[in-house]
């Protein structure tokens, strides 16, 4: 253990209250100050519980079962609940993937700092503190931005009081669990400056939780790989990223999309990720593994050093040095469905789209004015196609999307839906229509209903548009789980029990239930991990090829969309700056804004694993297929 640790954890272990069951096990590392440790896994590996328990919190129906937690000479899991509420907030603080829910919707944000200064009696000029963390998450100080409530604040602007929030009791430990999910990429690229300015200036260890490899690649020194509940691969992120020791790790660097060049079709990791009752005697990835042998069915193996100095870097692999003739990184082909989609006839037309929403102009004389979020919007979509809307926050994309779904009624402009008008509002449209066009939003918490189980939320559609016996339904409902990686034994239960990915994967399922011609996506992605995302996308590409399914796919994530789109659109405050084919754009952006989106990209970097560039002269991803053979004819 390094004498400068700031944060030390030794054989950290979770579990089912009053059982054997562990959700978590033997999870070690250190994290010293003014570096930042990143932990990686796929939904459910257990990133988020190990990220609560270092602050002495286990979900309900958990808890902490062995292990230590050390920040300055004291062993957070030993103190009682009063020591734990002087210790929260003041020695280690938390910023959550949604501050929305986080903030308080009652309270100035001023007055949400200033209550935690006054709850931890931290020494000092409180104005001097609330300054302090303010400047140092890059908000403005001003009287009218402290007024301010939480709905009157972006996104980012409200990550970015999360994280004062964070600051404000100058804590030793800051764990960070996925904040920058959902933010645009502009967006996202501003607070990652907040975050590698906090290294920089204050004495603080940073732990952050992420699925996005491509946020942890650039924001890190050191990475923890979990799977199953346990950490598989650990070490620096240059060493890790470029060369990778575990044959999971080798696979979620595998199915990441890249902006800068074009890596073909995503493929996501065959099976699903264990769970806590179900992990296996051996290495818990051993049933996905194509590297198997007996010996990982039956013994978990040890960790063990790898690299120079011994010591930095551990793998727990019983293969790991096979990996550079066993593991070779799989060749992807072009995207035959952006080959034919373009000979399919059109199936959705929009001209001259204008939508807003209705406010209050103040002043004297105030009354209800229209802010317009669309102005003169104008597309066409085949069937078959991928259409992406890509732009900053509140620049209209979900606005064009609830239009299309029917869900928010447009000022002006005609939509065509198989060249037919379409009625502006889903409850006014034919039945067969409300079927064949589908929306999956961006967070599943507010979409599934939290009273019914996931069977019956994916049954819904099957009873409303289809008439099938109950054992038709029950083997549909199954089929749709395991379409998008779900075991059909989840269908008995609620959304609570699931994790921020699995919820959205259900939202898919349920979407899918009503076999759409067109599907609208409003950042699917946005909440999975790279491997689960990567079969989601995999599975969206395929249902293109098989039924003609047309998607209007909505998204910040432009590496993303690098990798499923033919066309994208750009819009910036409500109007279409930039449309053209996603090779043109992203190789060639015309418009300025455009290039601002390309260049905020948190991409992986030249040499990390796995080497496409090596294929790749002067970035022509036309040169990767042609050298492989593999470009469709």
């Not at 937690?69 to 949604?98: C, F, H, K």
């Not at 919707?105 to 007055?111: D, I, T």
């Not at 939508?355 to 009354?367: D, E, F, K, L, W």
């Not at 609570?496 to 990915?501: C, P, V």
Request: net charge negative; with cysteine.
């Amino acid at each position: 253990m390094s004498d400068l640790a700031e944060l030390t954890v030794r054989d950290l272990g979770v579990s089912v209250s009053g059982s054997a069951v562990d959700i978590v096990s033997e999870v070690s590392f250190d994290v010293e100050a003014r570096t930042a440790l990143g932990v990686v896994g796929e939904s459910g590996c257990g990133k988020t519980t190990v990220a609560m328990a270092l602050l002495g919190y286990g979900r309900p129906g958990t808890e902490v079962s062995t292990g230590k937690v050390i920040v300055e000479g004291t062993n957070i899991l030993a103190l009682d609940r009063q020591g734990l509420t002087r210790t929260r907030g003041r020695v280690v603080s938390y910023v959550p993937q949604n501050p929305s829910r986080a903030l308080s919707p009652g309270m100035q944000v001023a007055a949400q700092l200033q209550e935690m200064i006054t709850a931890h009696s931290v020494p000092g000029d409180p104005t001097e503190l609330l300054r302090s963390a303010w400047e140092g998450a890059q908000l403005q100080f001003t009287s009218e931005m402290l007024r301010r409530y939480p709905h009157q604040l972006s996104g980012g602007q409200q990550q970015r009081v999360a994280i004062a929030m964070a600051l404000v009791c100058e804590p030793k430990v800051i764990v960070m669990d996925e904040p920058t999910t959902g933010l645009d990429v502009i967006t996202q690229a501003r607070l990652l400056e907040v975050i590698a300015d906090l290294r920089k200036q204050r004495d603080v260890a940073i732990v952050y939780v992420s699925h996005d490899l491509g946020v942890i690649r650039n924001v890190v020194d050191h990475v923890a790989v979990m799977y199953g509940g346990r950490i598989v691969e650990a070490g620096p992120v240059d060493e890790i990223f470029r060369d990778p020791r575990h044959p999971y790790t080798r696979r979620l660097l595998e199915a990441i999309p890249r902006a800068q060049i074009d890596t073909g079709e995503l493929r996501g990791i065959p099976g699903s990720s264990v769970e806590p009752w179900n992990r296996p005697p051996g290495c818990p990835f051993a049933p996905r593994c194509a590297m198997r042998i007996d010996r990982c069915d039956a013994e978990m193996p040890p960790e063990e050093p790898v690299g120079e100095p011994a010591g930095n870097w551990h793998v727990r692999c019983w293969r790991s040095g096979d990996l550079d003739e066993a593991a070779k990184p799989r060749r992807r082909t072009a995207s035959a469905a952006a080959v034919t989609a373009a000979a399919a006839p059109e199936l959705l037309e929009v001209s001259d789209l204008v939508a807003g929403y209705r406010g209050r102009r103040q002043g004297i004389g105030s009354s209800r004015v229209t802010n317009v979020a669309l102005n003169g919007a104008s597309l066409s979509l085949s069937a078959g196609s991928c259409l992406a809307v890509v732009g900053e926050s509140g620049s209209g994309k979900t606005t064009l999307g609830r239009c299309l779904a029917g869900l928010h009624r447009p000022i002006s402009g005609e939509i065509r839906f198989s060249g037919e008008p379409l009625a502006p509002l889903a409850r006014t449209r034919p039945p067969d229509v409300r079927r064949r066009i589908q929306i999956v939003f961006q967070d599943p918490d507010s979409s599934l209903n939290p009273m019914m189980s996931i069977g019956a939320i994916v049954r819904r559609p099957l009873r409303q548009f289809f008439e099938l016996s109950r054992s038709e339904e029950t083997a549909r409902v199954a089929e749709l789980l395991e379409q998008v990686h779900l075991s059909p034994a989840m269908a008995s239960r609620p959304p609570r029990e699931l994790s921020g990915g699995e919820k959205q994967r259900v939202a898919i399922a349920r979407a899918l239930a009503a076999e759409p011609d067109l599907l609208i996506c409003d950042e699917v992605t946005s909440a999975l991990d790279v491997a689960v995302q990567a079969s989601i996308l995999e599975l969206l590409r395929e249902l293109r090829l098989v039924r003609s399914l047309a998607m209007l796919f909505i998204s910040h994530d432009l590496a993303v969309v690098r990798s499923i789109s033919d066309r994208v659109i750009v819009l910036r405050a409500g109007e279409i700056v930039e449309s053209a084919g996603r090779a043109q754009l992203f190789d060639e952006p015309r418009a300025p804004y455009t290039r601002e989106l390309l260049d905020a990209v948190h991409d992986l970097r030249p040499g990390d694993y796995p080497h496409w560039e090596d294929a790749l002269p002067g970035g022509s991803d036309r040169v990767l297929h042609e050298t492989l053979g593999d470009v469709p004819s």
